[in-house]
Structure formats: structure tokens, C-alpha cells
């Protein structure tokens, strides 16, 4: 079962990847045996399975997603959320509103007006549909504090790193809350505006380096030089 690439290393459309008994996982395909990438972006393989990070991409909607959705339009059943995907996603007057919903009477533009920024989950979609949308969990719902960058939604993974541990290192050294959407949307907020302007630093360093190896001993070591020249300027 011979393989053609490196982990990591960078392949086209139409890559040639792997033969024999592999797994097609994201962004490749199997026809006849072989198997081929579909984007750009770095080999993975996991045992049998075989990926394609892609370097570039728009967000594909999964469910059981969390994500930062933007109000584009208010409709009587709900609200129509921009979520960075091919499609729009429809968040439901009849999950938000505690009592009975009444398209009459309840005005809904004074929970979520035109532009607001909202945390919500994906609680369906497939190819009949657009994704519907949740907020009915902790932790979910209206932005009211807190900065948002935008980074390539494939390179979430990586801003979390092995078992959370790239964002728990972002979150130790800088002391922000920082919620990563799955469709590149990140929130940051913190006490200190310093360290917020740090952490979007490290998070943009990420998604710059992300192909590269050490990757978070170099961001570890960025931010505590970062802090130590800013108590030196104090």
C-alpha cells in the first residue's frame, strides 16, 4: 500500500496521494483504488485514513458546531444569520422567545436587530436545507463585549491544538476568554487591552505558521517576550 507524500507535505487537485486499502478522509477522494486530494493543503494520515488539510476554504456547516453567525434578515419565524458558508442559517423565533410565539405581536428586531453578533450551535443541516441554528445551551447567544477576527476556518483545528493545548496556552499567558468559532469567527475579550492585542497576535501567528513544526513553543515563547517588554515599558 505505497504512499506518494510526506506528512505535511503540500499537494494540488488531483494528487496522486496514496494506493491499496486507504481510508478518504477530508478533502480527498477514492476512485479504482487510488487515491487523490481535492485542495491544496498538507497531508494527514491517522493509521488508515487519509486527509488533505486545506490551506484555503470556505466553512463547510457541521452539526454540533459552534459558531459566530451575523443577522443579516429578520423574517416572522426567525432570524437569517450570515455563518461565513455557501449558505445562510436560519436561527428560530420559536428557540429564542420563552413563551408562546406570536409573529403579531412579538417584535423580533429587540432580541436580535440587523448586524448584531450572535454564538449559536448547528443543530441541523444536510443538502436539502440550510443550517438551523441554536442557542438554547449556556454560553450561547447576543455578542455584547469582546473584539472578533476573522482567520481560514481550516486553521481552527490548529489555533486548538492537541487536546486543547494551544488555546489553553493563548488563554494562560494572556488572561482573555477567547471562543473560537468553527467557522473562523473568533470572540476575545479581556480585562487588559494589551494582552487582547496579544493574543490576536499569537491566533494570526497560527494561522501564518500553521503548516510549520514547534509551532507552540515558538507562540509560548513570543508572548512571554511579548509581556516582559511590556512590564519593562511600564
Same mark, same amino acid.
Given at each position: 500500500m505505497p504512499t506518494f507524500f510526506e506528512r505535511k507535505?503540500?499537494?494540488?487537485? @488531483? &494528487?496522486? *496521494? %496514496?494506493?491499496?486499502n486507504y481510508i478518504a478522509g477530508e478533502n480527498t477522494f477514492k476512485k479504482d483504488g487510488k487515491l487523490y486530494s481535492t485542495h491544496i493543503g498538507l497531508v494527514e494520515y491517522e493509521e488508515r485514513k487519509v486527509s488533505v488539510v486545506a490551506l484555503k476554504g470556505f466553512y463547510v456547516p457541521r452539526v454540533g458546531d459552534t459558531i459566530i453567525g451575523k443577522v443579516t434578515d429578520i423574517t416572522m419565524g426567525g432570524w437569517i444569520m450570515d455563518i461565513k458558508a455557501p449558505y445562510a442559517a436560519l436561527l428560530r423565533a420559536s428557540d429564542v422567545v420563552e413563551r408562546s410565539y406570536r409573529p403579531q405581536k412579538d417584535e423580533l428586531s429587540s432580541i436580535f436587530d440587523i448586524g448584531d453578533l450572535?454564538? %449559536?450551535? +448547528?443543530?441541523?443541516? &444536510? !443538502? =436539502? !436545507?440550510?443550517?438551523?441554528?441554536? +442557542?438554547?445551551?449556556? @454560553?450561547?447567544?447576543? *455578542? =455584547?463585549? @469582546?473584539? *472578533? *477576527?476573522?482567520?481560514?476556518?481550516?486553521k481552527i483545528p490548529r489555533v486548538i491544538g492537541r487536546k486543547g493545548s494551544m488555546i489553553s496556552m493563548i488563554k494562560? /499567558? =494572556?488572561?482573555?476568554?477567547i471562543l473560537l468559532g468553527q467557522n473562523g469567527l473568533v470572540l476575545i475579550s479581556g480585562k487588559n487591552p494589551e494582552y487582547n492585542r496579544l493574543a490576536i497576535i499569537a491566533i494570526r501567528k497560527? /494561522?501564518? /505558521?500553521?503548516?510549520t513544526s514547534g509551532l507552540t513553543d515558538r507562540v509560548t515563547e513570543m508572548l512571554k517576550k511579548e509581556k516582559e517588554s511590556e512590564i519593562k515599558n511600564d
Open positions: 507535505q503540500i499537494v494540488t487537485p @488531483g &494528487d496522486l *496521494i %496514496a494506493e491499496g450572535v454564538i %449559536a450551535k +448547528i443543530v441541523s443541516y &444536510d !443538502r =436539502t !436545507r440550510d443550517p438551523l441554528l441554536s +442557542i438554547r445551551e449556556p @454560553g450561547l447567544g447576543k *455578542i =455584547t463585549r @469582546g473584539q *472578533i *477576527i476573522e482567520i481560514t476556518p481550516t494562560r /499567558e =494572556t488572561g482573555c476568554h497560527i /494561522e501564518k /505558521e500553521s503548516h
